[in-house]
């Protein structure tokens, strides 16, 4: 242990025992120099005899220092700068492989940092593996009469419910055997607020009182919400670290300042701390209130009071738990799921016989995780082909030096005779690998870094924030640094151990030359790799392309082009129920007088906006089937919806000015909701029963894509704007002949004259708002093609560096044929058909690897299958091509060589 | 060219020379060790001075003994070596080690006999 530190200091003062021990060899000299003077010699010779008997001075100096310090540490030192002479030497090569490495870990880096954010990084609370997120599973029958919120996926693949009711969580809460705390939220979006006489719209958490309390979370600036203010439904809020900096200029006057929300002044208590957005990964309210404020916030439509809190029939809440330390899932499972039972049972007491729900425990590390549903499978299948390029640049890189290490056989050969060991040499060479792979991968980390957020932007909607923020984090980094020092010791393995071995095999006297079928074949292993590789991925970004250009030319049932939208939620005190339907008519009216719209309509859901509201129908009024049985989309339309988006109308008529908020209850359905409902085939006139009214079928519409492109038009029914009782918020959509972000002034004026306080928000076209819902695809297309054509790249180089040395090595052979009357012609596709062979197995290999893998890939695609065999033979072929192309260039230079000059070299 | 492993194999031995030199015959200098050395044993190979400065280095950072520069009889620089409390210790550690490995190694040898 002393030892250990002795030479550990001395490794950072190493100069001046140097000196010492040059001032005792030199001493120790002196005195074998005066003890042979003593026995008679000059004073040369005897210093000369001094020397010898000491013996190699620079050796005993070395041994020294082998023990003084860390031998390896300074042969390291040593390794390094020869290294870095060697590498100065060939700047094309060092570029290339330097660019390679940066190329390859920046990407790798950039998504590791989305996967960190997106499926690693666990909430900012205290304790978070303690924290449970609760479900529920049922069957078709269920007892709840109104269910929102989000439906997640277990690990085992199960899909579950995450609302719970009030009642349920009440009860629930109360368990103290299992449970260290247990709180509720919900999201509300589009509420409007009013600061400073200016309204905007926000996003708003509702949260029960011990919210921060059981999360361990404490605002940064004021105090959190708390019990208290629930229980007395207390008007205050904490706000957003992101909102104070963008509406209240971080002025720490803002606690104690007063606002309104949805017509209801609250005053702000605090302000949350910047890495703290809920418990919602990718949610980000701008204001947090307690839950007894929801009427004001959130308030019922269904039920007969605002409140949703005494509504048992109404599941709106996310649930989170938190484990006491020592209890075990098992544990905590078998004794909540009774008490869920009860809870159910009692709230619901008259709905016994319907199925009950099942609890359901997930794991609560990042709370409500709607971006691990989202987007954690397109980002894990890039990770994968992220890596799958790291390994191809390797092998590309590998296949270089081994092709330069040609031309270090005499060197390696002399070393080797002057005494260095095969273990010395394999250092060397891993050396410069590593120095290499540091170069690369330090400006390949920095290259993440900077890229990081560019895919997040492009994943969401243009006209809304990204959904998140990569998180470049110290595990990011750490791991960076890994992958880093994994590349340069893969792609250094073997041309070290090709150059050590042909080094060691008493080299020199064969010229310095080594087997040259192990040379051989190392490099068609190479190629093979590098080959199948690049097959891989250039098919599955044909696969995702064929895919993205399919979706593009999905028929909508409806015209996107030159449509705006926008969402309006008029506030519900200014607005109360009776006068909503008339303010909508009047906008409506407004806008239509302004120059250049064609025709105006609005819908309680936008078309093709990941958003959509189902309802029970009933045909001819009989009583409709619980579960999914009976189920048909529901949108509420007005003015001229379906002109302006252009849906053909195929029966009957559209909603006029015949259906008032009093007259005759009144529907438009679909054709695939006739196919389903009135499999006869007329609907005209029909009766259809959903929520406990009957409405006359007046038209048949065309079938339009509803949720996405993807998903195929579903049976939906729409209803008069006017005819419902409380519109909540709409959108707005517009059609016009020219450019519709032409209209996007116009519009904010036109709304404003009406009303100014009334915010209009989400401003897009319906262009933009389609090509949203495919933001995933896109991503996968354009990404998956950038990687196929770094990868072809990077074949091309290494194929050339491969097929270049090996046909260098067969000059001599070529001048032989070449002077024995062989046709340049013959020459070249002799040379080109190795190359071609070893093409072939890559390819065959490629093909396979795929075929295997693109399995995974099935779910992201449309309108093509994994194995569809165009899109294989296409990119199989391409490579061949580049491959061939590749070699060509040697090949052909090989054969415009003189025969003589080719039988010359050696 | 030198064969680092036969170092290895006379590390042990060499260290307990020294220290049992420097025991002896009190503070002494490198060239006056060499000398000592070249005495004692019969292999001359053994005495190279680059087995010797490894051993004093390495004897030195387990401060079995302290190196301080002085001056010779002859008025000439030298660093003298001492051995320090720790190095008597660890003489007496390591020949009673000896003492019992060529003890068990006799048994054998006559038990084989």
Redesign the interface.
Known sequence: MRRFLQRALHLLRFKRPEADLSREIESHLVLLQDAHEARGLSPQAARRAARLALGGVLQTKELHGDARAFPWITDARQDARYALRTLRRSPAFVTVAVVTIALGVGANAALLSLVESVLWKPLPVRAPQELRLLGWVSGPNDVMTYTSGPTVTSSSGERIETPFSYAVFAALRRDDAVLAGLSAFRAVSGVTAIVAGRPEMINVQLVSGNYYAMLGVSPALGRPITADDDRAAAAVGVISDAWWSRRFSRATSVIGQSIVINQMPVVIVGVNSPAFTGASPGDAPDVFLPLSLQPGVFPNLYGTSASLLDDPAAWWLSVVARLKPSTDDARARSLLEPRFQQAVAASLPDRTARDQPRLRMLDGLRGVDLLRERFGAPLRILQGIALVALLLACANLAALLLARGGSRRREMNLRVALGASRGRIARQVLTEGLLLAVAGGGLGLELGYATRNAIPSVLGPSWQPAPFTAAFDVRVVGIGIGLVVATGLLFSLAPTWRLTQGAMEGALKNGGRTTPREARRLGHVLVVAQVALSAVLLASAGLFVRTLWNLDRTDLGFRPDRVMLFALNPPRSRYPAGQRGPLLEQLEQAIQAIAGVQSVGLSTSPLVGRDRSTTSVGPDGRPPRRGDVDRAWLNDVGGQFFEAMGIPVFQGRVFDTRDRAGSAPVVIVNQQFVRRFFPSGDALDRIVLTNGVRYRVIGVVGDTRFWDVRSPAPPTLYRAVIQTPDPGGVTFEIRTAMDERALVGPLRRTVASIDAELTLFDMRSQQDQVEATLSQERLLATMTTLFAVLAMALTCIGVFGVVASAIARRTSEVGIRLALGARRQEIFLMLLRETARVAGIGMALGALSFIAVSRVLGRFLYGISPWDPATLGCALFLVLLATLTAAAVPAGRMTTLSPTAALRHE | ??NTNR?ELLRGTLDLIILQALATMGPL???ALASRLEQLADHPLML???TL??AL??LE???WIKGAWRK?D?N????YYTITKSGRRAIDRQAERWRRLSGLVNKLLLHER
């Open positions: 060219m030198l170092v200098h490198a060239y190279n001075q680059g400065y490894p280095v390495r950072q387990k401060g010779t002859a000439r620089d030298a660093k």
